[in-house]
């Protein structure tokens, strides 16, 4: 299944070398027979929070998380935990599991970044990267107030090989600035405290940004108002707001888990799914991409650097919280969560984030995420992919649940279906071509030798009817190949290897670096506790540091 | 005539300010002069030298005698292969990149991995597992606080640069300087800190827990039935109440005096349970003051691995946390370890007499680069540079920002760093364990 390359469900040879899909290899080459079984690139996860201060944070808080959910040590194997919080090992070993060999870390607050890539060196098998979070930043936030988008990118460029970042992360714009002094920020159009800006502004600047920088990714875009019933509107504007700035053919907005901001309604009693409304403005404008943000029926844990939401949160529920206000940056916030069946609100979230699924007709502008672990832990993807692809499964699962905010949702009438290509697409295809990562997602010659060999028969099996036994094979892969070495064979680890972080190595030409060091190093010491010198994360830090190059065309 | 070379940005291996502005003036492969550095940071670059193990030895026949690294590695490898349950010990004042190779050690072995969180701020920890924690780097006091406490801590002993550089004296966006911050101080004696402040609260020994719930009573608008609360009267803290209520961003700093004082976890959980509350009315924040310069790392680097912060049994084969039975100490105490690594830290110096004495009476490896009382009851000292000053690595600031630790000058002749001991010592118990 290689939708990027046009094939679906075709038997053929896949020929490695050296790390790489290659066109033809010699008959004394290792065979591996995939007869019957479902073949795909490796998956590529776009938004999983796996490693950072606040994942760590969050394990701290929660050693109930994983009391009960634990691996012994084996011979070629780290022990640790897992459940919604798992320890990086663990981490690696489970996706891994599941035939994933890519995913990104998306909330990294610089002045930690350090932090982060110290657990992703720590996660083994897959690759990754991480995105260094901007929405909130106090050079940027001038930089725009100015209307300097040179100076702006000059600044992000830098930071993005400071921090060894790969793309430009927006969290709830404005509104955690707002936080550290206790506020919010409710609406595009108001005025951060202290800083001459508007969420409109900060999110129109650095899509600028990203465009003069030509990055791989489009802004990966946390709105304001997540949680918030009625928040379907702000998003749709959050859309909108960089449509006339849009390149033709590159997406160049990215709304993350947007499920959490597709909530009509006014009130918690009166919550209804905004997906179709969302939908429809993703199916008519083609410069935007969104992950679904699925929530499954767990307990899990809620992290983001969206903190005056995990305040609301916490106010809400009861439950334990924690909060990290991080100097000229940004923020985070973590309140363990339970979602239940039962529970009005929660079940209208579920229908939300398959409604979205099964409306945006382009799989390759809707991916699959739980934005792990605010949905639930990335181990349930199967379940979502079952989801996805059986209509009955939906029902099964529907018939559990809260039925008035069943009646009330537009899910019981969809009837698409996903294929095995589509879920191929939205799960790796799609994310890796998102990413701008040429190499991923896709089983052509050039490509990156990450294969995912599940044990079921597309050619055989009906997974609208058999849904379980697509569940059951996409939990444990029967073989995942990654950079041509068989790292999980039936369902257990094979071989650990150390993955890849990607980053990009940002640059901008001579003069405007030149004016950017100048007035970074003049308000270093005045917006941080630390020297500038002690900020920069060097190359030799990542465990495998795989640069991309990428900037302002020289004049 | 000697070359002289100033190095800058040093980030300072003592407390957990982790200062990083240190300039430091080396020549010959010595310090001499540290500008920008506090008391106690001028006392670690300036004494580097003194009092140092220079050779690896061992005990034999109950008398040190020198060997060598190998050797040294050999035996312990096989005391803590061939323990039923060995305690690994102390890691705080060390590099996370060693913190780490201990993790695994302590896997491959099946012994209990443990930090010094045990005997400082732990009953902080398991509070924040109870309630949770409002908190913030330190640059956003700086920027930002009108209002600091200090509650059971005197930064003025143990982080000297504290006030000046992150809270009450230092200059921020928002707040130009120490008339625009408020100080107050909660304490059973008068500190030098105490003196510094703008209100001191003297509160009577083992009162914290009666005098942070009193606060919370108030902000609930409930009325204080008592007169007469931790020593004081009662409206002290009706008053305190709206002082804390009344501020725009307000911190509570805490140390010891709440976490080993009577009640310990439940003393910080009254404290971040205040500030919780608190940030119904207004901003306000917590923060431990961690006292050596890496223990937030210890915690740090053994929650991503095992996802846990510190007393962490391995002997099931993963890692089991429960604090008071797999904690250091409380092994310890109960005579359960039947050996010891001990890593950068001196517990027979710093432990609670049963638990010196119950770690005492088993076979103790140490590696440290002075020597202690720990070194003095050991069987195998492994002499190590010094982090921070002979060996780099990265380092955890007390509020979880991570720096970057600096190889200044070069150890003493033939004097190893604890990564590479650490590793050694792994490799040899995989090789006694034959890849179990």
Same mark, same amino acid.
């Given at each position: ?19 790489? $899909? ?71 070993? @489970? ?238 916030? $973590? ?17 939300? %984030? ?131 070495? +068989? ?24 003069? +405007? ?34 640069? $991309? ?7 | ?84 349950y060995p305690l690994l010990w102390g890691w705080s004042c ?5 913190? @780490? ?9 099946? %012994?209990v991995l443990d930090n010094t969180t045990s005997t400082c701020h732990g009953p902080g920890l398991l509070a ?24 059971g801590c005197?930064?003025?002993?143990a ?23 408020? +100080?107050?101080?909660?304490?059973v ?16 020994p083992n009162?914290d ?19 007469? $609360? ?25 140390g010891l005096g709440l976490t080993m004082s009577k009640g310990k976890s439940r003393n910080v ?19 431990p +003051?961690r006292g050596h310069?890496?223990v937030?790392?210890a ?11 510190f007393a962490i049994d ?8 429960n604090p008071g039975d797999t904690s250091g100490v409380d092994i310890a105490s109960r005579g359960d370890c039947d050996a010891a690594l001990v890593v950068a830290s001196d517990p027979i110096s710093n432990f609670p007499l049963e638990a010196a004495k119950g770690l005492a009476s088993v076979p103790i490896?140490t590696?440290d680069?002075?020597?202690t009382p720990t070194t003095n009851a050991s ?58």
């Amino acid at each position: 299944m290689d939708p990027a390359n046009g094939i679906e469900c075709e038997v053929k040879d896949i020929a490695m070398r050296g790390g790489k $899909i290659v066109e033809e290899v010699s008959s004394s080459a290792k065979v591996i027979d995939a007869s019957e079984m479902l073949v795909m690139p490796g998956g590529v996860d776009i938004h999983s929070h796996i490693a950072g201060s606040k994942t760590n944070a969050a394990r701290m808080l929660r050693p109930e998380d994983h009391v009960t959910d634990f691996e012994r040590k084996t011979a070629l194997t780290r022990s640790g935990v897992g459940h919604s919080i798992p320890s990086t090992f663990t981490t690696g070993y @489970r996706y891994a599991r599941m035939g994933y060999t890519t995913v990104i870390e998306p909330a990294t607050p610089p002045l930690m970044a350090r932090h982060t890539h110290e657990e992703l060196n720590d996660t083994p098998v897959i690759d990754k990267a991480c995105f260094p979070l901007f929405g909130n930043n106090w050079h940027v936030m001038e930089y725009l107030a100015k209307g300097d988008v040179e100076g702006c990118a000059a600044y992000v460029a830098w930071m993005l090989r400071s921090t060894k970042g790969y793309a430009i992360k927006i969290v709830n714009p404005g509104g955690v600035e707002a936080w550290h002094w206790g506020g919010n920020i409710r609406g595009l159009d108001w005025e951060v405290p202290h800083f001459d800006i508007t969420p409109r502004e900060i999110i129109r600047g650095l899509c600028r940004v990203n465009k003069m920088l030509k990055l791989p990714h489009a802004i990966h875009v946390h709105p304001n108002n997540l949680g918030k019933p009625g928040n379907y509107s702000n998003t749709i504007k959050t859309m909108d707001c960089v449509r006339d700035i849009a390149e033709d053919g590159r997406a160049a907005i990215h709304i993350a888990h947007c499920q959490f901001t597709s909530f009509k309604g006014e009130d918690w009693s009166t919550l209804r799914s905004g997906a179709e409304e969302i939908a429809d403005y993703v199916n008519k404008n083609r410069h935007v991409t969104i992950d679904m943000g699925q929530i499954i029926f767990t307990a899990t844990t809620t992290m983001t650097a969206d903190g005056p939401f995990e305040y609301i949160l916490h106010q809400l529920q009861g439950r334990k919280w924690y909060n990290a206000d991080v100097e000229a940056e940004t923020g985070a916030g $973590i309140v363990p969560v339970v979602y239940k069946r039962k529970n009005f609100v929660n079940a209208t979230q579920w229908a939300i %984030g398959l409604e979205l699924a099964l409306l945006v007709r382009d799989p390759w502008r809707i991916f699959m995420t739980t934005d792990h672990p605010n949905g639930g832990p990335f181990t349930a993807y199967p379940r979502v992919i079952s989801w996805l692809m059986s209509k009955r499964a939906r029902e099964g699962a529907m018939k559990r649940m809260n039925q008035n905010a069943i009646k009330k949702a537009n899910l019981p009438s969809l009837n698409r279906e996903y294929s095995f290509a589509e879920i191929a697409t939205v799960t790796r295809a799609a994310t890796a071509r998102a990413l701008g990562l040429k190499d991923k997602g896709h089983l052509g010659e050039g490509a990156d030798a990450d294969v995912a060999i599940y044990r079921v028969n597309p050619k055989e099996v009906d997974p609208s009817n058999d849904y379980r036994a697509v569940r059951k094979a996409m939990r444990r892969a029967a073989y995942v190949i990654k950079e041509g070495e +068989m790292v999980v064979k039936d369902g257990e680890i094979a071989k650990v290897i150390e993955g890849k972080t990607f980053w990009v190595n940002a640059s901008v030409p001579g003069d +405007m670096e030149v004016k950017l060091q100048k007035e970074l190093l003049k308000k270093f010491q005045d917006y941080y506790t630390i020297q500038a010198e002690n900020y920069v994360i060097a190359e030799d830090y990542l465990a495998r540091s795989a640069p $991309i190059e990428q900037g302002v065309a020289k004049q | 005539m000697g070359e002289e070379s100033v190095i800058r940005n040093v980030v300072c291996p003592f407390c957990g300010c982790c200062c990083d502005d240190i300039e430091l003036t080396v020549s010959k492969n010595s310090i001499i002069s540290a500008k920008n550095a506090c008391a106690l940071s001028q006392a670690k670059f300036g004494s580097a030298r003194e009092e140092r193990v220079l050779r690896p030895k061992e005990r034999v026949n109950g008398k040190f005698s020198e060997t060598d690294y190998e050797r040294a590695v050999r035996r312990s490898a096989k005391i803590l292969a061939e323990a039923k349950y060995p305690l690994l010990w102390g890691w705080s004042c060390t590099s996370c990149e060693a913190q @780490r190779v201990g993790v695994e050690l302590a896997e491959e072995v099946g %012994g209990v991995l443990d930090n010094t969180t045990s005997t400082c701020h732990g009953p902080g920890l398991l509070a924040v597992h109870d309630v949770g924690e409002s908190t913030c780097t330190l640059g956003e006091v700086r920027h930002r606080a009108d209002l600091i406490i200090y509650w059971g801590c005197n930064p003025v002993h143990a982080h000297p640069r504290h006030m000046r550089r992150y809270t009450v004296q230092s200059e921020g966006r928002f707040r130009k300087g120490r008339e625009e911050r408020k +100080m107050i101080v909660v304490d059973v004696r008068n500190t030098e800190a105490a003196k510094m402040a703008d209100e001191f609260i003297q509160i009577e020994p083992n009162g914290d827990y009666e005098a942070l719930t009193a606060i919370r009573t108030c902000l609930k608008g409930e009325e204080l039935e008592q007169e007469v $609360i931790a020593g004081l009267p009662s409206t002290r803290f009706e008053k305190l109440a709206d002082e804390l209520i009344d501020c725009e961003f307000g911190v509570m700093f805490f140390g010891l005096g709440l976490t080993m004082s009577k009640g310990k976890s439940r003393n910080v959980d009254a404290a971040l349970s205040l500030v919780r509350d608190l940030n119904s009315k207004t901003k306000f924040l917590a923060m431990p +003051m961690r006292g050596h310069f890496n223990v937030t790392g210890a915690n740090e680097v053994f929650a991503w691995q095992t996802g846990y912060p510190f007393a962490i049994d391995f002997s099931q084969g993963y890692p089991r946390y429960n604090p008071g039975d797999t904690s250091g100490v409380d092994i310890a105490s109960r005579g359960d370890c039947d050996a010891a690594l001990v890593v950068a830290s001196d517990p027979i110096s710093n432990f609670p007499l049963e638990a010196a004495k119950g770690l005492a009476s088993v076979p103790i490896i140490t590696i440290d680069p002075h020597e202690t009382p720990t070194t003095n009851a050991s069987d195998v000292v492994l002499p190590s540079a010094m982090v921070g000053i002979e060996a780099g690595g990265t380092a955890y600031r007390m509020d979880g920002v991570p720096l970057t630790l600096r190889k200044i000058i070069e150890p003493p002749e033939g004097v190893l760093q604890d990564t590479e001991i650490l590793s050694a010592i792994l490799r040899e118990v995989k090789n006694l364990n034959g890849g179990r």
